[in-house]
């Protein structure tokens, strides 16, 4: 699919460039300098929403279907794409992300979170990680959910996956919540950004146990995939961002003002997170005040 410029209804370019003060030959130059960044950020992102929908087609599909859906772009691309977005392992591993390298020499620790149901705030935190389209790049985004109240505590923003995006999510939980030690359990997948020793040092600081899902199994961290889905969904699918400041202020909107504080969620009894959570702490001082005892137990 070649882009090309458009008229402005019944105007065209030369006289856009007559009413604006510009020359055509700089409008061409803009043309040219920007939108083969569009066609190609185009084709990368429909890329990757193939082969996540279709997990078992190799290159070759993918070309194909490219074409169906009017790109015009030849197998070696593909290739040479899927390969720079650690795409081609989705046929052999179902479910893996593409934002997760588990590829790694790090400690893998097992699952603690299986099976375990939190009775109060900062018992579980999930962690996860998606990329973000914007108009000519991707971003990424690193969030970590609060398991009882649905909360995202932190999150991070930046145009690369590395260790330090992880790494700033945490910081920012650990700053809101200054959890209790030994008595939280961080899961993750096992992504080379959770399982680095920059990452672990800061969970052993803080006498957090780290716990990870087993291999391609997006269940074990459910909460956090639904997240991810709503995020996509209400606020990211629809939107246009322009670069990666813009897309930090928007999601940052909708996280702190909208996901936390308006959006009912149905596993909350229809209660936005941080009503839930206030209610809850309401409920404990109650009980507290009613049975002293329970002063050790109460989450």
């Not at 090309?4 to 040219?32: D, I």
């Not at 999150?155 to 959890?179: D, G, S, V």
Request: net charge positive; glycine share 6%; hydrophobic share 40%.
């Amino acid at each position: 699919m070649t882009a090309a410029p458009l008229s402005q209804g019944e105007l065209t370019v030369a006289r856009m460039c007559a009413l604006t003060a510009l020359s055509r030959a700089g409008y061409y130059r803009h043309w040219q300098a920007s939108a083969p960044r569009e066609e190609a950020i185009g084709v990368r992102d429909a890329i990757q929403r193939i082969a996540l929908e279709n997990r078992h087609y190799g290159y070759r599909r993918i070309t194909r279907q490219l074409g169906r859906e009017g790109f015009a772009v030849n197998h070696k691309r593909v290739l040479r794409l899927m390969r720079q977005d650690n795409l081609l392992c989705l046929r052999k591993r179902p479910f893996v992300p593409v934002t997760t390298d588990a590829r790694h020499g790090w400690r893998i620790v097992p699952n603690l979170a299986r099976g375990m149901q939190p009775c109060g705030v900062d018992q579980l935190w999930v962690a996860d990680i998606t990329y973000v389209r914007m108009r000519e790049e991707f971003a990424y985004l690193a969030i970590v959910l609060d398991g009882f109240s649905r909360r995202v505590v932190g999150w991070a923003l930046e145009t690369h996956m590395q260790a330090n995006l992880a790494i700033a999510a945490l910081t920012m939980a650990l700053n809101k919540r200054r959890p209790q030690p030994f008595g939280l359990v961080h899961h993750s997948d096992r992504g080379v950004q959770y399982a680095c020793a920059d990452y672990t040092r800061i969970l052993d600081e803080h006498h957090i146990l780290a716990s990870m899902s087993r291999p391609g199994n997006p269940y074990d961290n459910a909460k956090a995939e639904s997240f991810m889905k709503t995020l996509k969904q209400e606020e990211v699918d629809g939107s246009d961002y322009r670069d990666s400041l813009q897309a930090r202020k928007a999601i940052g909107t909708f996280l702190e003002t909208v996901y936390n504080r308006q959006r009912l969620h149905s596993a909350l009894d229809y209660r936005p997170p941080e009503e839930f959570e206030a209610e809850c702490a309401r409920a404990c001082a109650t009980s507290l005040k009613l049975r002293p005892a329970l002063v050790q137990t109460c989450p």
